[in-house]
């Protein structure tokens, strides 16, 4: 049981280069999360997705899609990465009390 | 504002000696808190959760609610080196989302 599983790890981007960062989770749960994390600000949501098939916007979306594959995964989108992007990204997923998180990304965009 | 204010930190207490770290939401409607624990470079982790007012403890952990002063605190008695680490109150209100504060730093002192 690997619980809540991200990858890559670290990844290094130029301004405007696009990547998808991706989250997959073990637990059957329903509801699935993408935060990012800077220093001093704490997490802040981007995306989350109550369910297969729907999603909605966070605190944080511009510049960012996702998707919800399946009932798995649920990957994260930069299409044209900005260093404003720059952070630690999470992703987690919930059942009925908890949310378990991920080991993150660590995206650094020059 | 953000919904959810941490006292800012960092906390150094030394060991055996009860850190206190307080947290103030502005959203009313807020039914579910969380602390987490996040040692550094790793993934947030849930250590208490408190859904009523009053006390909860767990261990070395008591976490208070007080609703009406919209105002939540965790208080780690006979703290220890291993407990030194960023702890992040949440709050949950009836959708799915969590909002969370900015973390306080905590270094107990050997």
């Known amino acids: 049981n690997a619980g809540v599983t991200q990858t890559p790890k670290f990844q290094v981007l130029k301004t405007g280069q696009s990547m998808t960062l991706q989250c997959a989770q073990d637990m059957n749960h329903n509801s699935m999360y993408w935060y990012r994390q800077d220093p001093g600000m704490g997490l802040r949501l981007i995306y989350y997705?109550?369910?297969?098939?729907?999603?909605d916007k966070g605190e944080v979306p511009n510049g960012y899609n996702v998707s919800r594959l399946n009932k798995r995964e649920f990957s994260l989108r930069l299409e044209s990465a900005a260093p404003s992007q720059t952070s630690v990204y999470f992703c987690?997923?919930?059942?009925?009390?908890?949310?378990?998180f991920g080991p993150g990304t660590r995206l650094t965009v020059t | 504002q953000k919904e959810v204010e941490q006292n800012s930190g960092p906390l150094s207490v030394p060991e055996g000696a009860i850190a206190s770290l307080n947290c103030t939401y502005s959203d009313r409607v807020s039914q579910s808190f969380f602390w987490y624990r996040q040692y550094s470079g790793k993934s947030p982790e849930l250590i208490m959760s408190?859904?009523?007012?009053g006390d909860k403890e767990d261990g070395r952990f008591t976490a208070q609610l007080n609703k009406a002063s919209q105002y939540v605190s965790l208080l780690i008695r006979d703290s220890q080196p291993s407990d030194s680490a960023t702890y992040l109150c949440a709050s949950r209100s009836n959708d799915y989302k969590l909002s969370f504060g900015a973390g306080t730093t905590v270094t107990v002192r050997a």
């Open positions: 408190i859904y009523s007012n």
């Open positions: 997705s109550a369910s297969e098939g729907t999603t």
């Open positions: 987690a997923s919930r059942d009925l009390y908890e949310q378990y």
